[in-house]
Structures are given as C-alpha cells and as structure tokens.
C-alpha cells in the first residue's frame, strides 16, 4: 500500500492564534471526504505540503510540536516534503498518551477539521502539564527564504499569528484567509472585507496580492479540470484583490462536452475512484460497470488514446492517474453524479 498524504495540516499556538491549510495530495482524495469533509474541488488550488511549508516553516522556528503519535505525523509530514524534493530537518515532539486523555478530549482529538484536532490536543496538552527532556523544537534552515506562496484554510475567521521578523508573511496570512473565504464559503468580496478586515501589512500589499494572485492561476493550470463553480469563486477573488482575472480564466469558461455527445452506442468508457450515489451511498465498480453495459456503453480500466472515449470520476477535478492521462489526451471527464443522472 501507499503512504498517506497530507490533505490539511493546522497548528494551534499558546497565544490563542493559529494557521491551516488545505494541502493538495496530487492524487485521488479515497474517504477524505466522508472522514474530513474534504472534496476535490476544496484540495484542487490548495498549496502543496511543500509551498505550504514556506509559510509554516518560519513560523514554526522555536515552537516545539505536541501531539498524539507525533512521530508518525512527523514522519508523514517529513516523507511527503522528500517527495516533493524538500528535505527538511524535523525535530522530537511531545506525545500525549491516548490512555491519559479523557473521553471528552479523545472524541476533540478525532475532530472533523484539523485545527480542531490541533486546538484540542494543545487544551490537553495544558491540562496534563506534559513534559519531555529529549523535545526539541523547530529551526530555520540557514539561508532559508519564504517562497512566494498562498495558504487555503477551512478556517479563516481563526486568528493568525505575526511575524516580526518576516513582515510578508503577515500579509500572506491575512490575504490567504480572505482568499479562503472566497473559495472554500463562496463569500463575496463584500463580506469578506466586513468579516475579515483588513490591517496594516508591512510587506506591501499590491506585491502580495499579485503574487497569491499568480500562485492560485498556476495551480489552476495543472488542475486536469476546474468545475464552474469554481471559475466563478476565482473571478471573485480578483475582485477582492483588485486584480482583472477574467482573461486568466476565459480558457476555462469554454462550452463543455456534453455527456449526451459522447455517450452514444459503443462508446468506451473508464471509471474511476469512489462511486457515490445521491443519498451518499456506495456503489461497487462491478455495478456501475453494469450498468453502463446495459446502455450500450463499453467499460473499459484505463484510459488511453485510441482505446477510451471519456472517463467517469467520484467529483470533477480530482487528480488520480487516469484523470491526468484524460487530461492529457483531451478525453471529455464527468462525474459520476452526472452520469447518474444521466443514466435516469
């Protein structure tokens, strides 16, 4: 089996301030929907653990991690930085041993979010007064720089600690919640600004907001597809910005494929990941197989360039194999509501 991925990393602070993110896997999501409430389109313009890490890094110097199996958390974080051509020194946390926890903490700890999971575990952590000699705590890389990069957090009304030392990662902070706003809760610009105010950044803030700008529209190009709703969130954030996106975003305002196009008599068909049905049940590969068959469609497990005509995902942007090859070879994609639906 694979390792997991990261799909959202948060850290909570003994000052009451705290930063999330969302994390792009770069690959199929599995149950991080039904456990987490993570969909595609909320992971598919969010930073990878490494551009997030830009941003955590710093902030993290001197702070010592705590939490419950640490070191496998630690060791996830630290493998998926390797693949991602990040090689980052981690330091020794503090555990909580589950057994000491009580049952009000144990059911925190599993929240739905994973700044809740962080703030109960630091609550807990406070409570039983833990401590270990052999901890150790973040440090900077020498020479280190924060890359330009941009953080999407399913919490942005959370407050996000200062830097003094490197003022841009203030603005970064407090632009990327206002982003978030706009792309996880579909606001628009005029209630974020109501909602989240703005302060008074050090770094400039048209040089900030241009590069979050430019981040978010090159992680839209790889995406292997951007669902309309999410065109419209992103117009959104050039508004809040004030920054013109619309030309950014026309190459993905085209009219689609329809599957009434596609889906005629023989047409080889490929599914993939998790098939939901609308009452969020699922259904076994081998059923929904059938079910194409008995329209005259052909099912097929890969796609390719001569040998598949369209491909069938769990939710519209996701990026496994198959939907990248898809891409790749300009195959019509649609989810499997659609389908669905259109089976009916």
């Known amino acids: 089996m694979s390792r997991p991925r990261p799909v959202e990393i948060a850290v909570a602070f003994d000052d009451g301030t705290a930063i999330s993110t969302l994390v792009n896997p770069q690959r199929d999501l599995a149950d991080s929907h039904a456990a987490y409430g ?6 598919l313009l969010a930073p990878t653990l490494a551009e997030a890490w830009t941003v955590f890094g710093p902030i993290l110097e001197g702070c010592t991690p705590v939490g419950v199996f640490t070191d496998r958390t630690l060791g996830l974080i630290e493998f998926e930085l390797k693949r991602l051509g990040r090689v980052i020194p981690l330091p020794l946390g503090i555990d909580l041993p589950p057994e000491k926890l009580n049952s009000a903490e144990n059911s925190q ?3 739905r979010t994973a700044l809740e999971r962080a703030q109960a575990t630091l609550d807990a952590r406070m409570r039983l007064a833990l401590h270990d000699a052999n901890a150790t ?3 900077l890389q020498e020479g280190h720089e924060p890359e330009p990069t941009y953080l999407l957090t399913r919490d942005p009304e959370a407050n996000a600690p200062q830097s003094i030392h490197i003022p841009v990662l203030g603005s970064i902070l407090h632009i990327s919640r206002q982003i978030s706003a706009a ?3 579909g606001w628009k610009a005029s209630e974020i600004r109501s909602r989240i105010p703005s302060h008074d950044p050090l770094a400039p803030k048209s040089d900030v907001h241009s590069i979050i700008v430019n981040r978010i ?3 839209t190009a790889r995406a292997s597809q951007v669902p309309p709703e999410l065109v419209d969130r992103l117009s959104e954030v050039g508004t809040l910005v004030d920054i013109d996106t619309d ?7 085209n009219t689609p494929v329809t599957m009434e196009d596609v889906l005629v008599s023989g047409a080889r068909v490929c599914f993939t990941g998790t098939a939901l049905t609308s009452t969020g049940q699922k259904m076994d590969r081998h059923d ?5 068959s008995k329209r005259g469609l052909v099912p097929v497990s890969n796609v390719t360039k001569t040998k598949c005509d369209a491909l069938i995902v769990a939710e519209i942007g996701t990026q496994s194999g198959k939907a990248r090859k898809a891409a790749e070879y300009g195959k019509p994609v649609f989810s499997v509501k659609q389908f669905l639906t259109w089976l009916e």
């Open 38 to 43: 993570i969909t595609v389109q909320d992971v």
């Open 247 to 253: 030309g950014l975003l026309a190459e993905f305002v």
């Open 288 to 292: 929904i197989e059938a079910l194409a």
């Open 137 to 139: 705590a973040f440090e």
């Open 217 to 219: 529209m090159e992680t």
């Open 109 to 111: 700890i599993a929240g």
């Open 183 to 185: 792309l996880l809760r």
